[in-house]
């Protein structure tokens, strides 16, 4: 079992990734089944180039929003909790293209239980184009403090909600 992550140990600029690819046909079909999202912009490589005149079959939008939850996930754990997160979707990926989830802590806010790690995510591919932009917020236990609460109630020092940009 990895080390808990613990809020002390985090520093601004600190950076967390994840690289899954080159994602196939058979791997947006075998998503696309999984999700029930039947369009055939998806698995059906004739229709999308033919009808929809697209550079080729599209990586799903939530295939892409599972892969930066995954990689926020495996960062923060196994004591941390992934409270927010938003994104994005500006470009196309299609087939054949290998993904990096990435993140990079951007604020640190201490709360009276829990620290608040503000993250700037994205997805980049192979030649780092940038489809999905966006934010999230981890919070992180302190090394002589509690486990992250559950359910996750996040408060700041004066018990309302936290105040900085990361909320």
Same mark, same amino acid.
């Given at each position: 079992?990895?080390?808990?992550?613990?809020?002390?140990?985090?520093?601004?600029?600190d950076i967390a990734d994840l690289t899954k690819g080159p994602l196939t046909g058979l791997h947006l079909m075998r998503w696309s089944a999984a999700?029930?999202?039947?369009?055939? !912009?998806?698995? &059906?490589?004739?229709?999308?180039? %033919?009808?929809?005149?697209?550079?080729?079959?599209? !990586?799903?939008?939530?295939?892409?929003?599972?892969?930066?939850?995954?990689?926020?996930?495996?960062?923060?754990?196994?004591?941390?909790?992934?409270?927010? #997160?938003?994104?994005?979707?500006?470009? #196309?990926?299609?087939?054949?293209?290998?993904?990096?989830?990435?993140?990079?802590?951007? &604020?640190?806010?201490?709360?009276? %239980? $829990?620290?608040?790690?503000?993250? %700037?995510?994205?997805?980049?591919?192979?030649?780092?184009? %940038?489809?999905?932009?966006?934010?999230?917020?981890?919070?992180?236990? $302190?090394?002589?403090?509690?486990? !992250?609460? $559950?359910?996750?109630?996040?408060?700041?020092?004066d018990g309302a909600r936290p105040k900085s940009e990361l909320a």
């Open positions: 079992m990895p080390q808990p992550r613990l809020f002390e140990s985090v520093n601004v600029g999700t029930e999202n039947w369009h055939k !912009i998806h698995f &059906d490589e004739k229709f999308t180039l %033919e009808h929809e005149r697209l550079p080729g079959l599209l !990586i799903n939008g939530s295939l892409k929003q599972q892969l930066l939850l995954q990689m926020l996930k495996a960062w923060a754990s196994p004591s941390g909790w992934v409270w927010k #997160m938003s994104f994005q979707f500006r470009g #196309m990926n299609v087939a054949g293209e290998t993904l990096t989830a990435w993140g990079k802590v951007k &604020d640190l806010e201490s709360g009276p %239980e $829990y620290g608040l790690v503000g993250f %700037e995510i994205g997805i980049r591919n192979g030649v780092g184009f %940038e489809s999905t932009p966006g934010r999230a917020v981890i919070a992180l236990p $302190y090394g002589e403090g509690r486990p !992250i609460p $559950y359910p996750f109630q996040p408060t700041s020092a």
